[in-house]
């Protein structure tokens, strides 16, 4: 088998020893209901020799997915309630997602859209530009965020078409690209395809996901460089995942390699109640603790905003340690304010 080949089946899994050996199996049937990808960039980084391997976890399937819990959800942050044409998720008044692809180059196993990323196809020419017409005849549209699948697993002559598109759209003034591809497919950030990006009057910006520091390999790093190098700003998403980055060490070591690379980190996600992903969720004290330790040890550049996306549709809110309060009353009353290190600290009104 050739080393450059994407793995998306349990057998060639087994092969490259990231899965037990031995007849198919469950994980055929998980592999049957959910997409599998494990590109060679990211085949490379797996340590075959760790039985829970931080990279292995994210993106080998694993039997626990077969397991649905009841508070789990096929759409977990509500795509559909909120989607008015299709590839349009209109969920907060002044930006939409455009999702121009189900495609992504490597499938990740706590994703919130694995009931429908992995089928074939982008949308259509005629459902493309009936989604660009919603975005004209929307002029409270100030963002539009290109995801899906992944926006970077299309051809740069695609992707150039509809930043062109945007682009001459008056009322849109941002356009942010969400990827997995400098990560997973590092060689496809071609100088053409950062080139597509680019859109003259337009801040655009890329928003790259990363979980572990070890995704950030010299090819990736090259890969966000050449993008960094254009002049697009770099931001990161990520989501906190039992066993991948739930510890301080590696929580401050991935918040900084991010700042090295020149990517500004942006969102902890709490991961989504997608079916079949408990084993990978972490509760939310779990999260609040790494944010404070994070704040009190590493740069003010390396904080992210560690969020929940709640089910249903409603939005993001940020879910952070709170370390203020407010006591007393009348003229007593005052705040206290605590340090990363739990210490309480009085502090005046005004």
Not at 71 to 96: K, M
Not at 149 to 171: Q, T, W, Y
Not at 246 to 263: F, K, N, S, Y
């Amino acid at each position: 088998m050739a080393k450059t080949q994407t793995l998306r089946k349990p057998a060639q899994l087994r092969e490259r020893g990231l899965l037990p050996a031995g007849p198919p199996g469950a994980i055929e049937n998980v592999a049957a209901r959910y997409a599998v990808a494990v590109p060679p960039a990211l085949a490379a980084l797996i340590d075959r020799g760790a039985p829970e391997d931080p990279i292995a976890r994210q993106f080998v399937p694993h039997i626990r997915e077969l397991e649905t819990q009841p508070h789990e959800l096929a759409d977990p942050i509500g795509d559909d309630a909120h989607s008015p044409v299709p590839g349009i998720v209109h969920r907060y008044p002044d930006r939409v997602l455009l999702k121009l692809t189900q495609i992504c180059a490597v499938y990740c196993r706590f994703c919130f859209r694995r009931e429908t990323v992995g089928k074939p196809g982008a949308l259509d020419r005629a459902a493309l530009a009936a989604a660009l017409d919603y975005i004209r005849s929307h002029a409270e549209i100030w963002e539009v965020i290109l995801t899906g699948g992944d926006p970077l697993v299309l051809s740069a002559r695609r992707l150039r078409e509809v930043m062109k598109a945007l682009a001459a759209i008056d009322h849109v003034k941002v356009i942010r690209i969400h990827t997995r591809v400098p990560v997973a497919d590092p060689a496809r950030v071609t100088a053409e395809l950062v080139r597509a990006m680019k859109r003259k009057g337009k801040a655009v910006y890329v928003a790259v996901h990363v979980n572990h520091p070890r995704e950030l390999s010299a090819a990736a790093r090259a890969a966000v460089a050449r993008i960094a190098d254009a002049g697009i700003p770099l931001l990161s998403q990520s989501v906190l995942l039992a066993g991948v980055n739930d510890t301080a060490e590696v929580m401050r070591g991935l918040m900084r390699a991010l700042v090295e690379c020149r990517i500004k980190p942006y969102y902890l996600h709490h991961a989504d109640l997608a079916p079949g992903t408990s084993h990978l969720r972490t509760d939310i004290e779990t999260g609040q603790t790494l944010m404070r330790d994070v704040r009190g040890h590493v740069s003010g550049l390396c904080q992210p905003t560690y969020v929940l996306d709640i089910p249903g549709g409603h939005g993001k809110s940020p879910i952070g340690p709170n370390y203020l309060e407010r006591t007393g009353s009348n003229g007593a009353a005052h705040y206290v304010v605590a340090d990363f290190n739990g210490g309480k600290h009085d502090y005046p009104p005004r």
